[in-house]
T-cell receptor, first 112, second 114 residues
Framework: AQSVSQHNHHVILSEAASLELGCNYSYGGTVNLFWYVQYPGQHLQLLLKYFSGDPLVKGIKGFEAEFIKSKFSFNLRKPSVQWSDTAEYFCAIGGSQGNLIFGKGTKLSVKP | SQTIHQWPATLVQPVGSPLSLECTVEGTSNPNLYWYRQAAGRGLQLLFYSVGIGQISSEVPQNLSASRPQDRQFILSSKKLLLSDSGFYLC?????????????FGPGTRLTVT
């Protein structure tokens, strides 16, 4: 069965620190991978996605993620976080029924 | 452009009462539609999905049901709410061509069962 693991439940950083949020998935076939973000009081929105091609994908607001097939990973990175990046981040994999299978999410708190 | 609406935004209901949450999509036709429940520390759990009018698939056995009476309308219901039904319910849609493509989420409904 497909599953997604996000190992960090809550990450606290100071502004300008670098960010890396881990995401591992279990599925042996072709994968579609996503990162979604939920800012406080807002609804879930797509941050970036990987379907095929260049394994380093760039998303909105300076975020990027790297698909490493051998490690079944799709980690999210940002070189320098801002207070406005405070949010909950969800990694997801495309499921066989067209649904998304989400990880449990990582809360990011950025201290000004 | 496409938009997705959910209502109500918040709901407080007593145990044993019925439930009806509505989701509508505008600006697209024949979408895949999904209901998820988000619980703190547990991520998003897929409850139901639909690939067409009257076609509903359930992922998790539970106290809830879903219906799709029109192409762009998806309804989540319960005859008798349980305390464990409390949570944040999200509706989403995706293009019907192909699987695993990105989904677009509504603003959600916060349900508290008392």
């Amino acid at each position: 069965a497909q599953s997604v693991s996000q190992h960090n439940h809550h990450v606290i950083l100071s502004e300008a620190a670098s960010l890396e949020l881990g995401c591992n998935y279990s599925y042996g076939g072709t994968v579609n991978l996503f990162w979604y973000v939920q800012y406080p009081g807002q609804h879930l929105q797509l941050l970036l996605k990987y379907f095929s091609g260049d394994p380093l994908v760039k998303g909105i607001k300076g975020f990027e993620a790297e698909f490493i097939k051998s490690k079944f990973s799709f980690n999210l990175r940002k070189p320098s976080v801002q207070w406005s990046d405070t949010a909950e981040y969800f990694c997801a994999i495309g499921g066989s029924q067209g649904n998304l299978i989400f990880g449990k999410g990582t809360k990011l708190s950025v201290k000004p | 452009s496409q938009t997705i609406h959910q209502w109500p935004a918040t709901l407080v209901q007593p145990v044993g009462s019925p439930l009806s949450l509505e989701c509508t999509v505008e600006g697209t036709s024949n979408p895949n539609l999904y209901w998820y429940r988000q619980a703190a520390g547990r991520g998003l759990q897929l409850l139901f999905y639909s690939v067409g009018i009257g076609q509903i698939s359930s992922e998790v056995p539970q106290n809830l049901s879903a219906s799709r009476p029109q192409d762009r309308q998806f309804i989540l219901s319960s005859k008798k709410l349980l305390l464990s039904d409390s949570g944040f319910y999200l509706c989403a849609w995706s293009h019907i061509e192909g699987f695993g493509y990105e989904q677009y989420f509504g603003p959600g409904t916060r349900l508290t069962v008392t």
